[in-house]
């Protein structure tokens, strides 16, 4: 069994992982940077070293650094979290040379799983459904003219070495078709150092599903039932849930089994997911995100599996701790994703100090978050600072108590998008459970009805100020909020 993991990641992710070691007995180290001296995660690991400078290039992704860190320390393993290092091959190489075990897939199956491209044909070769396209790189426009009548318009061309919507270009005919090319194969060229593009099928108003694996050094792979991802704004979730209002178990039972067999197929190893398109009752594979997903908690509520400590387990060449017959989906699960950033500001990043900070609680509530009262989040990074995920026994009761627990979430000193989650949690569409991509661009009533909760606030928060005691002032705001929000329940049921 590892004794001692070092987790090359900061924030929510990183407070994450460090409760599952210590639940499992493993000694957690954190490695940070300068900017995060003052982080949740820092004083909450067991020992904590410094990387070094504040821009990640610096820190959070100096793979020589936190690979000499972690050897300094001690450590056995190292957890990458999500984002910096966690799906860089050459990471888990320089881990696998240096003797630390990398808490996720192989070096190999990283490599082959990050080229969209070979991910696509594997996928193929493994017998999944993929989204009609090509299997090969595509270079020359009038190799490019001859796919896309192939396949048939709108086409959409991606860059291999991405993921993720950056520099993906949509194309309605042909006549778009050579300079959409172009300025992928640029944007692929100066974001991932790689020209090599491809082109698919354009599917126009999809849902984005993914499937939760886990495979075991052993040759063993096992789904944990599906995720709906369908709630996004310029490609980043904000709303994820499980199960998914569009899939029915025998659909699940299907894919999910389709699913894993592939991960088996490359011999995949730790947690991983699947994404899929889902348009017109049918799956069509996008790409394998190889790491823990933010979102991976709505999966641990709904299966009561607690995905970091499988990984855990894995990276310790233990077998899965479960088998696929005893994987039930009890109940449903939503999560939020709370950013500090300004709603009334085009969701602009808002770092700052927070003045009060104050998680909901309650039945069926948890909140996976990275800072606290009088901390300041710093500029530098993704401004995700918790994450809010709720359980219910069926979809109603859930989006009651994730309106309940938005309520309920005191945040004094920055701005957040928990005002938009109380809107989206009001609009008949997202209760009804019809989602797709591009659900947030379509429901442009959902900016107004915000800003009109906004102002429904106002009122309240002015006479709240003068209160001086702090903590009397977060109790009071909590208790105002909950009333107003009882009123407005009765308006609408009389
Ligand atoms: C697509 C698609 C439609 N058809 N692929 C965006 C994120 C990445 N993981 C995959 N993405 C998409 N892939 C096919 N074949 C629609 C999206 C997509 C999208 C694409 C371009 C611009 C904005 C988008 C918003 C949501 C989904």
Redesign the pocket.
């Known amino acids: 069994m590892i004794k001692k993991v070092l987790v090359a990641n900061r924030g929510e992710i990183a407070v994450r992982v460090m409760r599952a070691c210590r639940e499992m007995g493993i000694a957690s180290v954190a490695a940070y940077s300068e900017a995060d001296k003052e982080a949740l995660f820092v004083k909450y690991a067991d020992e904590a070293y410094l990387l070094g400078p504040a821009p990640a290039r610096a820190s959070y992704l100096n793979i020589e650094k936190v690979i000499d860190t972690a050897k300094q320390c001690g450590a056995d393993a190292i957890h990458p979290g999500y984002g910096f290092l966690a799906e860089n091959p050459k990471f888990a190489r320089a881990c696998e040379e240096q003797g630390l075990k990398f808490v996720g897939p192989s070096s190999r199956v990283l490599e082959l799983m990050g080229d969209k491209i070979t991910a696509r044909r594997e996928m193929i070769k493994a017998g999944v459904p993929v ?1 009609p ?1 090509t299997q090969e790189c595509v270079t020359d426009p009038s190799q490019a003219s001859d796919l896309a009548k192939g396949i048939g318009y709108p086409v ?1 061309i ?1 860059p291999s070495g991405g ?3 950056i520099g ?1 270009t ?1 194309v309605a005919s042909e006549g778009e078709l050579a300079n959409a090319l172009k300025s992928t194969q640029a944007i692929a060229t100066t974001t991932f150092g790689l020209c090599d593009v491809y082109i ?5 108003h ?1 849902r ?1 599903i993914e499937f939760q694996l886990l495979g075991d050094s052993k040759g063993n792979a096992i789904h944990l039932g599906e995720r709906e991802c369908s709630i ?1 704004r310029r ?1 980043q979730k904000l709303i994820e849930e499980s199960p998914s209002p569009a899939v029915t178990s025998e659909m699940r039972a299907e894919m999910g089994a389709i699913a894993a067999k592939a991960a088996r197929f490359v011999g995949y190893e730790g947690a991983g997911t699947m ?1 899929f ?1 889902f348009s017109d009752g049918k799956f ?1 594979f ?2 394998v995100n190889a790491r823990v997903q933010v979102e991976h908690p709505v999966t641990e509520m709904v299966t009561g599996v607690d995905i970091v400590k499988e990984q855990l387990r894995i990276a310790s060449g233990l077998p899965l701790s479960l088998k696929q017959e005893d994987v039930r989906i009890n109940g449903w699960a939503m999560e939020c994703r709370i950013n500090a950033e300004d709603p009334l500001n085009e969701f602009a990043p808002c770092p700052g100090k927070l003045k009060a900070y104050q998680p909901p609680g309650g039945t069926g509530v948890r909140v996976d978050g990275g800072v606290y009262t009088s901390y300041t989040i710093p500029p530098y990074y993704d401004p995700m600072i918790a994450k809010l995920i709720v359980w219910g026994r069926e979809r109603n009761e859930t989006i009651r108590r994730m309106e309940r627990a938005l309520y309920e979430y005191v945040i004094v000193g920055i701005q957040t998008n928990i005002p938009f989650h109380k809107a989206v949690m009001k609009n008949p569409r997202f209760v009804k459970g019809e989602l797709e ?2 659900f947030i661009d379509r429901e442009t009533a959902l900016l107004d009805d915000m800003k009109a909760l906004l102002e429904q606030e106002k009122p309240l928060e002015k006479k709240l100020s003068l209160v001086s005691d702090d903590k009397k002032r977060i109790a009071a705001i909590a208790a105002v909020s909950a009333v107003t929000q009882a009123l407005a329940g009765k308006r609408a049921t009389s």
């Open positions: 989204v396209g959409i991606k993921g993720g919507g993906m949509i698919e099928k354009y599917l126009p999809p984005h996004q490609h994404e398109l069509y996008l790409e991509t591009h």
